[in-house]
């Protein structure tokens, strides 16, 4: 589903699920602690919803364009975490566990540089 409305449906979505980190955010922050307990539950929050989403949509109950507004939308601007959770359990189920192993190495490490260069670019 590549229409205008898709864009529409992912860019509200993603607004909405932006909005609500924020807000997690902002409601956590008053807790004294050097762990970054916001966006824990921001990550977890945002798995449990792609999680049902894709149940949901593989199961025909969904329809695309709730998919979009929901799963693509929301749960990425809540969190990228949740679409990389659904993509290594999809390696999982489907026996490819060298596939989850590179790609969350990888991630970490490619994530972790790319912070850093971006830390050292401005600075």
Same mark, same amino acid.
């Given at each position: 589903?590549?229409?205008?409305?898709?864009?529409?449906? $992912?860019?509200?979505?993603?607004? +909405?699920? &932006?909005?609500?980190?924020?807000?997690?955010?902002?409601?956590?922050?008053?807790?004294?602690?050097?762990?970054?307990?916001?966006?824990?539950?921001?990550?977890?929050?945002? %798995?449990?919803?792609?999680? @049902? @989403?894709?149940?949901?949509?593989? /199961?025909?109950?969904?329809?695309?364009?709730?998919?979009?507004?929901? !799963?693509? !939308?929301? %749960? !990425?601007?809540? &969190?990228?975490? /949740?679409?990389? +959770?659904?993509?290594?359990?999809?390696?999982?189920?489907?026996?490819? /566990? !060298?596939?989850?192993? $590179?790609? @969350?190495?990888? &991630?970490?490490?490619? %994530?972790?540089?790319?912070?850093?260069?971006?830390?050292?670019? $401005? $600075?």
């Amino acid at each position: 589903m590549q229409t205008p409305l898709a864009f529409l449906l $992912v860019f509200l979505g993603g607004g +909405i699920g &932006s909005l609500l980190r924020f807000g997690i955010f902002l409601l956590l922050r008053p807790i004294d602690s050097k762990f970054p307990w916001a966006t824990l539950l921001a990550n977890a929050l945002a %798995c449990f919803i792609l999680g @049902v @989403v894709i149940a949901l949509h593989t /199961s025909g109950q969904m329809t695309d364009q709730r998919r979009m507004l929901i !799963g693509t !939308g929301f %749960c !990425g601007g809540l &969190s990228t975490f /949740s679409t990389f +959770i659904a993509e290594n359990w999809g390696f999982w189920e489907a026996g490819q /566990s !060298g596939p989850v192993a $590179v790609y @969350v190495l990888l &991630s970490l490490i490619l %994530c972790a540089a790319c912070l850093f260069l971006g830390l050292k670019t $401005v $600075v």
